[in-house]
């Protein structure tokens, strides 16, 4: 599977994104996919989650104010962030996962290349 990730920028606080990001390679629908963020110094964390039966799971620092979804007839994932703070400033990844609830980052087998997402304060 690759992941191609896109759609992050310069945001202003309080701004919204949405990032997207393209699978290839293997049946989309069948993937877990989730999106996780490492800030400057920081670990790689977890965002969030939607499971092949649009089961979502989110970080509680994101939770209500980002949305993950899925298109399985385009293949893609989608993050839509609202109200952003400085510090969701991070590259964010996205990755999938053959297992139905992947939990931990070793548990996604494939991973985005990373897009910039800079929120000013």
């Known amino acids: 599977v690759q992941l191609q990730a896109s759609g992050g920028g310069l945001v202003q606080a309080g701004g919204a994104l949405r990032l997207s990001c393209a699978a290839s390679?293997?049946?989309?629908?069948?993937?877990?996919l989730g999106w996780f963020r490492q800030a400057p110094g920081k670990e790689r964390e977890f965002v969030a989650r939607?499971?092949?039966?649009?089961?979502?799971y989110y970080a509680d620092s994101v939770k209500g104010r980002f949305t993950i979804s899925r298109d399985n007839a385009k293949n893609t994932v989608y993050l839509q962030m609202n109200s952003l703070k400085s510090e969701d400033t991070a590259v964010y990844y996205c990755a999938a996962a053959t297992r139905l609830r992947p939990g931990s980052t070793l548990d996604y087998e494939y991973w985005g290349q990373g897009t910039l997402v800079t929120v000013a304060s």
């Open positions: 390679g293997r049946t989309f629908s069948t993937l877990a």
């Open positions: 939607i499971s092949r039966n649009i089961n979502t």
